[in-house]
């Protein structure tokens, strides 16, 4: 916001200030009966409150004066009740309060990862993902005040200050133009204060964004990192982004301190000057002593919710500045979604696959070509290879298959049907995948292969187990299909990760496989057994397999050899072989490869 903004301007400043919030009230909308209970016992406990200096007034004018003790006591009584009723409100509203600000993260934290959910490869390869869970996690904890016990403690306050004014101008109409004469003076100081603090919040934020991300990425490559001796060297930069967040933390807190202490002052500056005034008022004898001890009262209560308001102001500026960024991300649209009205796929499945002259760039690369005009046809049943040296598209072309992507020019199709006309999930449900880089969970082995088929029995995953070889040593660890793999399945070598990987997709059971460089990580006696189940598996179903290794190819009914985006050579091995070209080369080079090892 410009630094120019005239304080004419403020009020309304401070509502766009705040304006990323309403982004809660749909969260809030959930639950109607709490969030009226919650306002019952706000309002209950601050008009009780606010009957407090109607009760002394006329004790001191009235049960003093009269040295009647009964009157005395009853008031003392009154007292008492009021109390208790103020106790009463005040737990309703704790409870409330802060049941509201638990229910409304939890919504919101699941309501953010459902959307993060339906985002697409394009995004996170723009976004890094410690910035999204330090989103996730820090910035709706830091909501959760403001849901909360902030919200609640501006709301009462609000009522305090808008009750207690009210009583002021009916006890004292004198006075009360005095107490808003002042205002002005600890409003503006408000406003330009919480501007300086949502700024703060937000930079503070954005650097612990910063520390958790790259916290992410060396703790995810730990191996990496303790092979390179690299301990030190990352724990010192992690160190210097902790210290910058903590710098922008104590900017923001400072900002805070001095909102506080400004507020402070001012207002017990006017208290002290009004009850100078006051105390004229009653030796002239305009005013009884209860009068004035009553208008105090309403002072005070009036003073100590603009303090509070300007504490709670801090917080909910700085909660804003979160909401702000968690809102930035639920802005994101996802850059592949379902057609409005999509074409059905034919049932059952034909299992074909066809690429019609596609050409396709990543966003991240525009002016990089990664398919160039590519052509094939995939028959139902059929087994075909792709190969090529590295970046010739054999991965992109399962990117735009699963329609990770879309193709800027040509066409994509399954089982007939242009993939972009074709509903996301019945397309997908259609293929099954095992891509290079195995994605496993720090759960079971049993429910990591049960990610291909959530309601599979545990017959099925066993019986997916054994097809991938994966059966043997699973059986052989200590607690068997009940094995916590922890993160990334890292107690697993990479080859049973492959294979757990490979069982997952037989799980699935999907007309179209996709078998990408499904065998890399598996040594001789593995592939072997794997190559075996393959058989089995590929025999009633369209499979597309990328890989290097010449045992897996040589099986295929067809061969395509990529280069550059497109298909230089297409045939069976000992065509492709006797063609001496990019293929020949290749074969040759994985034989010497082979041979050294």
């Known amino acids: 916001m410009p630094e120019t903004e005239s304080t004419t301007e403020a009020p309304s400043a401070g509502r766009r200030q705040l304006r990323p919030l309403l982004a809660l009230r749909p969260y809030l909308a959930r639950h109607p009966a709490m969030v009226l209970a919650a306002l019952a016992a706000l309002v209950l406990s601050a008009a009780a409150m606010l009957t407090v200096p109607l009760a002394v007034r006329r004790m001191i004018d009235f049960g003093f004066s009269g040295q009647d003790g009964v009157f005395i006591d009853r008031y003392f009584a009154m007292l008492i009740f009021i109390g208790l009723v103020i106790a009463a409100a005040s737990a309703a509203r704790f409870y409330t309060v802060n049941w509201l600000g638990e229910r409304v993260v939890a919504d919101l934290r699941a309501g953010v990862f459902r959307h993060l959910a339906t985002l697409g490869p394009a995004f996170y390869e723009k976004t890094h993902s410690g910035e999204v869970m330090s989103r996730l996690t820090a910035d709706t904890t830091q909501i959760k005040a403001a849901a909360g016990t902030a919200l609640s403690q501006a709301l009462r306050n609000l009522i305090m200050l808008v009750g207690a004014i009210v009583m002021m101008f009916v006890t004292s109409a004198t006075l ?38 790259y916290a992410a990425d060396n703790l995810g490559a730990v191996r990496a990192m303790h092979a390179f001796g690299q301990e030190a060297a990352v724990s010192g930069r992690f160190a210097a982004a902790v210290e910058r967040a903590f710098e922008a933390a104590r900017s923001r807190l400072m900002a805070r301190a001095g909102l506080t202490a400004v507020a402070i002052f001012l207002v017990v500056t006017s208290i002290v000057g009004i009850l100078w005034f006051g105390s004229r008022l009653v030796i002239g004898g305009d005013m009884t002593g209860g009068r004035l001890g009553q208008f105090v009262l309403y002072a005070m209560f009036a003073a100590g919710a603009m303090a509070e308001l300007a504490e709670v102001w801090g917080e909910l500026a700085q909660a804003a500045g979160a909401a702000e960024r968690l809102t930035e991300l639920l802005a994101v649209r996802p850059e592949i979604t379902s057609p409005a009205r999509p074409k059905a796929l034919p049932a059952p499945p034909h299992g074909t696959v066809a690429f019609h002259n596609v050409h396709f760039s990543y966003p991240a690369r525009p002016g990089e070509s990664a398919l160039d005009g590519l052509t094939f046809e995939v028959a139902r049943g059929e087994t075909v290879a792709i190969v090529g040296p590295s970046g010739a598209g054999k991965s992109t072309v399962f990117n735009l298959i699963l329609r990770f992507y879309d193709a800027q020019a040509g066409m994509v199709t399954v089982d007939g049907v242009p993939v972009q006309e074709a509903d996301l999930q019945q397309l997908r ?167 050294a090892q």
């Open 176 to 213: 009360s133009a005095l107490v808003l004469a002042a205002i002005p003076a600890i409003v503006f100081p408000l406003m330009a204060y919480g501007r300086a603090v949502r700024r703060l919040s937000r930079a503070a934020q954005d650097r612990l964004a910063d520390a958790s991300a």
């Open 429 to 595: 449900s259609r293929i099954a995948l095992v891509p290079q880089e195995t994605a496993l969970f720090d759960d079971t082995i049993a429910e990591n292969i049960r990610y291909g088929k959530p309601d599979a029995s545990r017959a099925e995953v066993e019986q997916a187990a054994a097809a991938a070889q994966a059966d043997g040593f699973v059986r052989a660890l200590t607690s068997g299909y009940a094995t916590k793999l922890g993160e990334r399945g890292i107690t697993l070598s990479g080859g049973q990760r492959q294979r757990i990987a490979l069982a997952r997709a037989i799980l699935r059971d999907a007309p179209i496989l996709l078998l990408d460089e499904a065998t890399s990580a598996l040594d001789a006696e593995s592939e072997v057994a794997v190559q075996r189940a393959l058989e089995r598996v590929t025999a009633n179903r369209t499979t597309i397999v990328i890989a290097h290794r010449l045992a897996t190819v040589q099986r295929a009914t067809r061969i395509l050899v990529m280069e550059k985006g497109r298909i230089v050579e297409e045939g069976r091995h000992a065509e492709l072989m006797r063609k001496g070209g990019l293929y020949s080369r290749l074969a040759e080079l994985q034989f010497a490869l082979d041979a």
